[in-house]
Every structure is written in C-alpha cells, then in structure tokens.
C-alpha cells in the first residue's frame, strides 16, 4: 500500500497520455456493455422461455391463420396439461411511432399459463373477465404512457371492424407485472370473443397455439404429436419449443449475437494494441528510473509488480467508468424503449463478463512491460545512456 | 609485478582526531577479477584487484575512461558479482551472495550516487529519499523523521517538498546523497557525482561529502576524473585498464 502513492504518481507523469488511455478504454468498456445489453434483449425472449410451453404456428409463416377449432383437438391430446390461443392485432396508439404488442387472447388461460412470468391481480382479472371491451396492459406500457384502470385506449388497428371503422376502442381493467426478471410487460391484452366477433374477415380463425406439457421431457413428443394431427389438412403446423421460437424470432434481425462478438472482438484487439503499446513505451521511457529502483534494493518482483499495477489501475478505472456510463444509459434507454424492446437492462452477467475482461486487459496489456521490469538489468539500464 | 596496492594518504590535510581506525576493515577485496562475454570473446575488464578499505576511509578511484572503475564500484555496491576473487564487505562474503540475496544486501548496506537519473522525477525531495525507507518496516511516522533529519544534513530542509525539476543541478545531488544516507548504510558509493556540476557547485558538494566522512564517519568510495575532487578523499586509488597501479 505505501507504494501506492508511487504508482499514482507514475500515471499522473504524462497526464494527456494517461487520460486518453484511460478515455479510450472507457469508450470500448461503453460500447461492450452497450452491445451486449442490447444483444441480450433481443435474445431476451429465449432466456426465459419456459421449458414446457411450446407454440404452434402455420407451417408456412407466422402470419398465415390457423383454425380456431385447433385448439379442442389439441387440447385433447394426451401429454398436454393446458392450451390457449393468440392472435396478432398490429394496431398503433395515437401515432405510427406508439406501437406495441397487442393480443387478443383467452382470459381464463393466458395468464395461467404464464403463471411463471406475468401476474395480474385477481380481483382484476375477474373484472377483465366481465368488461367485453376490457383490457389488461403490462407494467412497461403503463410507465410509457402514464396510463391507469379506467382509461380508454383508442386503437389503430390492421383489422377493419365489421362497421368499417379501424379504430378499437378498449378499456383498461387491469395492470399486469413481471414474475421473473427480463420477463416482458409490454404488451395489451384483449378478448379474443370481442375481437373475433367484431371484425370484418377472418372469423374463426386465430395466430397462434400456446401449449403447457405435462412433462418437460415429453415436450419433443408432444410438439411431433400435434404436426402429425394436422398433416395433410389445408392448414399444416409447426410446432416447437418456446425457446426456438423466441430464437427463430430473435434472429429474424440477423444474428445480432455474432455481429455483437465480432465488433466486440475488433474493438478489444485494437484496445489491446493501443493500451498495450502505451504501457510498453510509458516503461521504455523510465527504464533507468526502475534501474534506481532495483539499486536501492526494491526486488525484481516488486518492480513488476509495480508495473503490472500501473496498467492494471488504468484498465481497471477506464473499464468501470465505461461499465457504469453504459449501464446509465441503458437504464435511461430501458424506460424509453419498453414497448419496442422489451427486457433491455445490462444485467449484473453483463456487468461482471465487463470487469472480467478489464482485467484481462490489464494483465495483457501489464504483461510485456512487466516481465521486462522483472528482467532489467540494472547495470546495462544504467550504462544505456 | 604486485597488483595489490597499498592506500596512499592523499595529500589533503586529514584532522589527526578523525584518524580512521587502523585495523577496522570494511571491504576487502582479494584477486578480484571481472570478465564480461562478447559474442565468443571473453573480455577481461578487471583483473586481480587486491585492496582493501578501512571503515570511515574516503576513497576516490581514478583512471582513464574504459579502465574499469564503474565495474568496480558495481563490484563493491552489489550490482554485479565478481568473475573470480574473494570479496568481503562488512565481514559477508558478497560475492558468494545470490541476485536476490544481493538487492536484500544493498538495501541495508550501501547507498548509491550516480552521475545521472538519480532521482524520480514525480516524487518531491521528501518522498525521493523515503524511497529506501519504504523497504524498512518503520512506520510512516518514523520515516518522516529519518526523511526530515537526512535532508537536513544536507542542507535541503527547506526544499523538501520541491520536485527535481524545481532543484538545480548541485541540490538533485544533495537530494540523491540524503537518499544515500537515509538508512544509514555502511557504505556509500559515488560514481562521479560532480561530473555533470559546475566548478563551484561540485566543491559544495565534494565539501558536503568530505564532511559526512569526517563528522559522520561515514565510509565513501568516489570514482571521479577530476584530480581536484580527488583532494577531498582521504586517499586515491588508480586504476588502468583494469589494474590498480601504485602512485
Ligand atoms: N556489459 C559489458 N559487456 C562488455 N564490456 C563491458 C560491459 N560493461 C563494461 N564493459 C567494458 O569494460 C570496460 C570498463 O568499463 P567501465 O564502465 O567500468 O569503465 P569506467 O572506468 O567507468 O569508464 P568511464 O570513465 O568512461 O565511466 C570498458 O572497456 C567497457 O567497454
Ligand atoms: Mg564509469
């Protein structure tokens, strides 16, 4: 510890240099957790999927209907403990920007079988049940919009009602919240009776299948049981776990995942030639300063050490400053993105894998100059001049 | 031919009351030879250096460019081990000492002066001379205090919080010889330390260093080009190409 102040000094030599160095490791450490926060997000969905839901779509694409009469049959099939259905809606609010997912879905089940992410308060719930054109909103929307019980919520939907008209007009009966951390409250909820008896086409027909197993380990069984039920009809399904499917969606962005590593990849090697050469020359301009030192009688290991903690305290302190100013940011960002990309936080993984690697970097960076720190020869350091 | 010298009084007059002890022996050196490797060549740099210094001498070591004195007082300051020869400081064979047994050895025995680069030039003169202290296990406290009492002898008490580049050239030399002393080592090693001084600049020191040998009792070896610094020691040694020659 009493060396400290002696390493302190050091970097406050050349102060320009230093703060740059430290500037631009701050700047790499923002851009990592930034990027990985945001990739996170995206893969977000498959975090949390449960194991034993799976989801029936079209074979064809997502957007092609389904028959509502899927459901009694699946229902039936032995390995399925609960199903429920889902549609799209794709309606704004107020304006083009404000979207958000809308569903309509079936009161008695949605909730039941989310019991692990979402919760909505039952008192509310049985309200939702009762209010035809009710609503139940997630917490994320509610922050966005500063909505509350009661409110009317006007729609812009893709769906024309049976009166021509496209705006839906719900209320709001309830307000859920997330269970599990990252879980997504950024949706709206509605009757699937309301909806499907409203609109002008597409009756009877509905998005998508939601499907509780039994048994977890049954889920690839199930999920080939329900395809073979419907082979053959003029609407062929694919059925898959929750977690393919939240990846297949993710991915439909390209694979931000791989894109992230590799400029993530490109950033790091460049910081460790920058701060890895800046270390080097800072300890090449003061070889016969440790010289004195070794005279005096500080060991080799000392003197590395010495080192090794100079580019170590610059690592570790530009690293932070950048860890903690991405996690500002995202934090800020979260709020104003809830609708669009719901789950976006840096998590404390995120946070950690970051000091990791700042670390890392100062002993990579520390390394060279140390081990010639512990190598120098105090007579030819002396005599080089 | 006899390589071993017999140490001459210089002819500086020496105060009899400070008369170093005849029999106190602090470095002995026997059939001291050093060989550096160049390429395939062996290099003989020093060979069979016999001397030996009393406790509380001053010696300045002379010769002309190249004929070894550095490697010398690298010998006797621990820096470098000899290629053959006995070498005893304060009754250890250091020669037989290992390299980290040596830098452990420095700390506690010998304070270095060099020509150049002797002080960290972000440090103030204070915490350039608690250098060698931070080694020690005194406390903060006691180290302030030795700090505070070494500048003084020098003459730099009121300069102790002034970085290297508010000294001039005579007081960064002061500051190395405070840091030097600090722990109160048996021997002090000077490779020319008023080579890079002005006339009057090097006699304040060469007078500073003559007065920690006489006051102090302090033993120092001084390589220096200059005859007149040479006239401050108490005796003179000669050396030419890498033999020390009688005067
Ligand atoms: N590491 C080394 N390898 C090879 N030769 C060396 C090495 N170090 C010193 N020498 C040689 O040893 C000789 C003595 O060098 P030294 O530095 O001791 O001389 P010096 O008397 O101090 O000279 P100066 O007055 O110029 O400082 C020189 O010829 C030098 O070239
Ligand atoms: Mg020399």
């Given amino acids: ?57 079209h074979k064809v694409s997502i957007i092609q209907p389904l028959p509502q009469s899927y459901l ?18 794709g309606g704004y609010y107020q304006e083009k920007k404000n979207q958000f997912a809308q569903f309509p879905v079936l009161a008695d089940d949605y909730f039941d079988i989310y019991k692990d992410l979402i919760k909505l308060p039952p008192a509310q719930l049985e309200s939702w ?30 769906f024309p009602q049976k009166n021509g008209s496209t705006t839906w007009e719900f209320v709001i009966e309830g307000i859920y919240d997330a269970k599990t951390q990252g879980a997504d409250t950024s949706a709206m909820l509605f009757h699937y009776d309301y909806f499907d008896k409203s609109r002008q086409f597409g009756e009877g027909t509905i998005g998508w299948l939601i499907i509780k197993v039994k048994d977890p380990k049954q889920s690839a069984q199930v999920a080939a049981a329900v395809d073979a039920l419907f082979e053959n009809s003029f609407a062929e399904t694919k059925t898959n776990s929750e977690k393919d499917f939240a990846k297949s969606f993710a991915k439909q962005f390209g694979d ?105 970097l100062g002993f990579i960076t520390g390394a060279a100059p140390a081990i010639q720190g512990l190598r120098l020869n105090i007579i030819s350091a002396l005599r080089r001049n | 031919m006899s390589n071993s010298a017999t140490l001459e009084k210089s002819a500086k007059e020496v105060p009899a009351s400070n008369e170093v002890l005849a029999n106190d022996v602090l470095v002995s050196l026997t059939n001291i030879s050093k060989t550096y490797k160049k390429g395939k060549e062996l290099v003989p740099v020093l060979t069979d250096i016999n001397v030996k210094i009393q406790r509380g001498d001053f010696v300045a070591l002379m010769g ?45 025995n010998v304070g270095f002066i060099f020509q150049f680069y002797n002080l960290m030039p972000v440090l103030s003169a204070e915490k350039n001379v608690e250098l060698p202290l931070l080694l020690t296990n005194l406390t903060s406290k006691e180290r302030k205090a030795h700090v505070a009492a070494a ?33 109160d080592p048996n021997l002090l090693l000077c490779d020319e330390p008023t080579g890079d001084l002005d006339r009057a600049t090097a006699d304040e020191i060469l007078a500073l260093m003559q007065e920690l040998n006489q006051e102090q009792q302090k033993t120092i070896v001084m390589v220096t080009h200059d005859p007149r610094a040479a006239d401050h020691a108490r005796h003179t040694l000669h050396l030419d190409k890498g033999k020390l020659i009688q005067e």
């Fill in chain 1, 72 to 89: 009694a049959k699946v229902q039936a099939l032995t390995g399925v403990e609960k199903a429920t259905t889902a549609n799209w809606f």
């Fill in chain 2, 64 to 108: 002309p460019s190249g004929s070894g004195k550095t490697t010398l007082l690298n010998l006797l300051g621990g820096l470098d081990n000899p290629s053959a020869g006995e070498l005893i400081i304060a009754g250890q064979r250091i020669d037989k000492f290992s390299s980290s047994q040596l830098t452990k050895w420095r700390a506690q």
């Fill in chain 1, 256 to 360: 931000i995942g791989l894109i992230t590593t590799l400029i993530l990849g490109a950033v790091f090697f460049t910081m460790l030639l920058v701060a890895g050469n800046t270390m080097a020359q800072s300890f090449r301009e003061r070889i016969p300063e440790f010289a004195i030192l070794k005279t005096l009688g500080f060991s080799d290991v000392t003197v590395m050490l010495m080192v090794l903690c100079e580019s170590l305290v610059v690592c570790v302190f530009g690293g932070i400053l950048g860890l903690m100013l991405a996690k500002f940011i995202i934090t800020g960002a979260a709020v104003e993105f809830a609708a669009t990309l719901p789950g976006l936080g840096m998590s404390w993984k995120i946070m950690g894998m970051g000091l990791v690697l700042v670390i890392l």
């Fill in chain 1, 129 to 158: 049940k009762k209010n035809r054109v009710g609503a139940v909103v997630g917490r994320a929307l509610v922050d966005k919009y500063h909505w509350k019980i009661g409110d009317r919520i006007p729609l812009i939907g893709m």
């Fill in chain 1, 1 to 57: 510890m009493k060396y400290f102040y002696f390493i302190f000094k050091n970097l406050t030599r050349k102060k320009v240099r230093t703060s740059l160095t430290i500037l631009s490791i701050m700047v790499a450490f923002l851009l990592f957790g930034l990027l990985r926060s945001l990739s996170a997000a995206f893969d977000g969905g498959a975090e949390i999927a449960g194991e034993d839901r799976l989801v029936t779509i």
């Fill in chain 2, 151 to 183: 500048l003084d002898l020098v003459g730099l008490a009121d300069r102790a919080k002034h970085y290297p580049s508010e000294l001039s050239g005579g007081q960064e030399q002061r500051v190395a010889i405070a840091r030097a002393l600090v722990s």
